[in-house]
């Protein structure tokens, strides 16, 4: 049985995580909890699985959630604040650490999980994207296995098994094109935040929801990709492919190409990062090539998705300019979602952060540069979005 620790346990890899545990308990059990704000649901998940340790990062829920499970036996730990998320990150027997938190606040409680000699089960990109200088040396220090917990890094591990060192050649990237995908971009213009946040095929939070609309999630995989696979950028590729069927693909040295498919379904990467090397029998809907119909791809529109050629740029500009890219990224899609800038002008304050960025960049940062750059480009985005102008959108193409 897996001892098992989940940040971000109320958000969507938290929650699909914990169906695992219940429908395996024989499996995994849960020794810690933590999240950011929902109090109710986190104390449910207290009474249900009984961890040791627990914490909310809204400190001022504490007490709250102290009188919601205060007659739950034994009594777990309750901490609060981001110094409880990063206690339960390091605490006790937990042998892996689930990275569910959405955005740079997942990096420092995973570099102490890490610190601590947890296995990762990484669901939070951000972490590589922003502080990939900083974790890889920490992960070959420590000896811990980091293993990819989304769909398209999942896909292209479990392509990778059995494959040579120096076997593989290429890395393609499956988008499914997100809420826009069929929309003309002159139509981009008109877009609302619930526009935005109804995707075809996933269920997924508001935030990665927005991002898949703008594909800059594609774009931070491709940063991701690369430090998780020591792949070149110009060996990373994007391909829409709207069912979202084929997770990802591999190109091995011979040409021959590699695919892991399956149902849209978040619990079977979640399931491979924390069973692995072993595979767990599911009973989940098994894939039925011929219900799932045609699997069609196309190339990518950069005029409609120009956060992507974005992403390339920060990721081979390397040093603290990834972390800059994934802070502006997030500050805008918080200022989209709460109504106080347009669609179209994510990917425009995200181009102006990262141009003011250039001459600032640290080829070689440390912890505190990333975490500089980090905030030193969120107080940027606020500040160009109060000069926005009714330009057209950028093409970077």
Known sequence: MKAITILGSTGSIGTQTLEIVT???EQFRVIGLATGRNVAMLAAQIRQFRPQIAAIREADQLADLRAAVADVTPQPILLGGEAGVTEVARYGEAEAVVTGIVGCAGLLPTIAAIEAGKDIAL??????IAGGPVVLPLIQKHGIKLLPADSEHSAIFQCLQGVPQGGLRRILLTASGGAFRDWPVEKLAEVKVADALKHPNWSMGRKITVDSATLMN???????AHFLFGMDYDDIEIVIHPQSIIHSLIELQDTSVL???GWPD???PLLYALSWPERIHTDWPQLDLVKAGDLTFRAPDHQKYPCMQLAYAAGRAGGSMPAVLNAANEQAVALFLDEQIRFLDIPRVIEQTCDRYQAQNRPDPHLEDILDADRWARQAVLEASQTLQSSPVISVC
């Not at 594609?218 to 991701?224: D, Q, R, S, T, Y």
Request: aromatic share 4%; charged share 25%.
């Open 218 to 224: 594609k774009g931070l995989e491709v940063i991701e």
């Open 23 to 25: 429908q395996y308990p």
């Open 266 to 268: 978040m619990r079977l």
């Open 259 to 261: 695919a892991q498919l």
């Open 123 to 128: 669901a939070n990109k951000e972490t590589l």
